[in-house]
Nanobody, 121 residues
Framework: VQLQASGGGLVQAGDSLRLSCAAS????????MGWFRQAPGKEREFVARISWNGRLTSFLESVKGRFTISRDNGKDAIYLQINSLKPEDTAVYYCAAAYRNSESPSDYDYWGQGTLVTVSS
């Protein structure tokens, strides 16, 4: 499956963004989907994941209450709504697809190219 992330940008602290990830190529609903991020000089970290039917979600502890993940299997897309952005949220955000429900990047088989989110203070 091919993934295309979009929606990043330069924003101020406290602003909101909605990231999108469009999928193509294979049956989208077969996959668990996740969002990861990688800040400069840091390792890629799990941010959020969602089950194939959208009923199960989980989040990085530090983003709970601010981030929401959703998916639309009819449009082959997932979304990450980010509210109350903080400078420490600055990173390249990646969407990814996996056959298993996991928070580990190594379990994800397909990755989008990433979209940069920069939060100024």
């Amino acid at each position: 499956v091919q993934l295309q992330a979009s929606g990043g940008g330069l924003v101020q602290a406290g602003d909101s963004l909605r990231l999108s990830c469009a999928a193509s190529g294979r049956t989208f609903r077969n996959y668990y989907m996740g969002w990861f991020r990688q800040a400069p000089g840091k390792e890629r970290e799990f941010v959020a994941r969602i089950s194939w039917n959208g009923r199960l979600t989980s989040f990085l502890e530090s983003v709970k209450g601010r981030f929401t993940i959703s998916r639309d299997n009819g449009k082959d897309a997932i979304y990450l709504q980010i509210n109350s952005l903080k400078p420490e949220d600055t990173a390249v955000y990646y969407c990814a697809a996996a056959y298993r429900n996991s928070e580990s990047p190594s379990d994800y088989d397909y990755w989008g190219q990433g979209t940069l989110v920069t939060v100024s203070s």
